[in-house]
């Protein structure tokens, strides 16, 4: 078989991957999946014949992230112009470190940096495309480490004194930067939220008050618009006021709720955002782009390329006179992926409006979906709800809620329909649909509803998984 005919073979299912109406995900358990499936690596190759059928299997096990039931994690759907753009950045598999090896792509991200940071409110600022939210906490932590003490990068850090400020419902790559920062665990001060999971400003005014008074060096703040379970957000504006009496770098992770800012009608969300020093957004999620694409936004561009200083040791690589454009020089990642063109190619088929309108209608859908569980009977609201996440749990029924609502999640997920998260507050279980998926709509979250309580029906009247 020739390359033409691969790829046409390879587009032609596409075509009916994209067109799969089945289920989400066909379940099978993981020691039965690997029995089962051809996961040998061969001698002598196999040609791509096999690399046709390796597809179909590979497709038919694979969890359809497009269905109209998937509302799981953060993203869902496929954006065609983004998947396009995806495609094409594998083709002319460039590295991002060079304009003289990526140069429109360079421009590309440039002009997606500047954007981005002019909707967070940096006139000036700068950032990068990272490996994800996780990695753009870690480069805010880094950059309030940098701040409290800029000698560290090249002597060493004694991380044992510094503390990191997060609020208890904050995401965990908060801990994992800590170590790999060398804070450590310990240093990371849990805040207090309200009632609606928002971190309260004025327990973390006692706890750096407290840590002061212990000899610690408070060295970042990291509030979060978009809390993973509730979708909360911190009150960033309170939040700045203390980081900037106190002198202290303020990170905000809005990898969930970052997109918020393209709309006149949920911005507020994330009001005092332009007094945050950084800020990571992940494309990758309510923007419906292909992983990973995700952005570190940083209002004093100068701290960035210092923190990614590499002892300029990199003379193969970097041209002088390509100083300002080489984006290696503001990333802690030598070779990197164009994560810019599906972005960009997505941007401008829908514009800013475009993404204006898929904020909106998910809040909408969201608010929709909320009014269904508050009014129905069996159903319980366990949170308030300011994004698309919904907290909810099923209640009318003597038995352990906790045990069936675990029970009513698995059933849910084995039958293929739905895909959502289970997760614990205030040491309750709850289930957690979110809203960000095109192809979720009224009619699907009424058929949710319709799945938790016939499912809860089934436990609670002792009939098998159907
Ligand atoms: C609030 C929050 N921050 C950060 C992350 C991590 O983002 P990523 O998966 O892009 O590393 C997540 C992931 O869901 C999140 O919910």
Redesign the pocket.
Known sequence: MNEDEFLNQVFEKVHSYLDNTGAIVEFIDQSSLRRTSDLKLPLEGLGLEKVLSDLDYYLSKCVNTAHPGFMN??WGGLNSAAFVGEIIASLTNTSMYTFELAPLATLIEQALIKRMSELVGYPDGNGTLT???????MLGMMCGRYRADPLGQRRGFDGTKLAVYVSEE??Y?VMMSANVLGIGFDNVIKIPCDADGRMRSEKLQEEIDRSRREGFTPVCVVA?S???VRGAFDPIKKIADICSAEDIWLHV?A???GSCLFSSNHRSLMEGIELADSV?W?A??MMGIPM?C?AFLIKDPKILRKICSHTNIGHYLFQDEAENVDLGRTSLQCGRRNDALKLFFAWREIGDAGWAKIVDDYMDLAAYFEKQIISHPNLELASSRQWTNLCLRYTNTEVDLDQLNTEVRKRIMRRGKFMISKSTLNGQTILRPVISNPMVSRASLDELIGEINSTADDIIRGIPQR
């Open positions: 994690p953060f490996t994800g939210g996780s990695n753009g906490n904050s995401h790559s979060t978009g809390t993973t992770d990898a969930w709720g990571c992940d990758h999620k990973i995700s």
